[in-house]
């Protein structure tokens, strides 16, 4: 039997880890934003727009991504931190940290809380909803011209220049202040990403390695239940 203070845990470690697949879908998706739809090339940096548009042909070019990850949550209360793996392969993935693993096959996509041996299963695609559940749902914002951006800072490094990006919204109500992006321009990479929200929640989102191009069977993107004897499972599918 869960307890309504074990829900309000469950719920607020689901609300962070949403945040976490947000992040994922910055990851993967953001260069998508370099559409010409997107924003208004007036109000954007043409700098940052080439940088941006080099990482999208690079990024392009893959067939999978797998990231090792640091993910740090500040809030006025706490700070947390937690490291894991993002693998992606087209349009599934498989999120795994220390309390939570997200996995989508692209029809379906599966929840499991490790410290409640719980799993929610929900479709993978929806229309109505305006939650961030997978990678590709990003894209919601960044269609919608609601963001411009520019370069806020570069650094030399010895391993390259660092171009700090910064996203802001057009939108007064979004809950991101802003959206901060370091891309390494030598190797055209990713180095890592923030997001400010406006209750003053900061996600940093740090990629300690990358590998390409990797082959990954079916299997890793579906949930076994045989592998976690007495799971609780709630199916949120529409049939």
Not at 181 to 188: D, G, Q, T
Request: with cysteine; hydrophobic share 35%; net charge neutral.
């Amino acid at each position: 039997m869960v307890t309504m203070a074990e829900r309000m845990e469950l719920y607020k470690k689901q609300t962070i880890m949403k945040k976490l697949i947000l992040l994922v879908s910055i990851v993967f998706c953001f260069t998508q934003m370099i559409h010409a739809q997107m924003l208004t090339p007036s109000e954007s940096d043409p700098a940052a727009k080439v940088i941006l548009q080099n990482l999208k042909r690079q990024y392009d070019k893959y067939s999978s991504v797998e990231i090792d990850f640091q993910l740090t949550r500040t809030a006025s209360d706490d700070t947390d931190i937690q490291k894991g793996k993002i693998i992606q392969q087209g349009k599934n993935f498989n999120v795994n940290s220390r309390d939570f693993q997200i996995i989508s096959d692209d029809k379906s996509l599966w929840f499991f809380n490790r410290d409640h041996n719980n799993v929610q299963i929900s479709d993978a695609e929806y229309e109505e909803s305006d939650e961030i559940m997978s990678p590709l749902d990003i894209l919601k914002l960044y269609n919608s011209n609601n963001y411009v951006y520019a370069i806020v800072d570069k650094k030399n490094t010895k391993n390259g220049t660092l171009n700090y990006i910064e996203f802001k919204p057009l939108d007064k109500f979004s809950e991101y202040s802003k959206i901060r992006v370091v891309v390494n321009e030598k190797i055209n990479k990713i180095v890592s990403l923030t997001v400010f929200m406006k209750d003053s929640t900061r996600l940093l989102f740090e990629i300690s390695n990358q590998v390409t191009d990797k082959k990954y069977d079916s299997a890793t993107f579906s949930f076994n239940e045989k592998d976690h004897p007495g799971i609780n499972k709630e199916d949120l599918r529409i049939e």
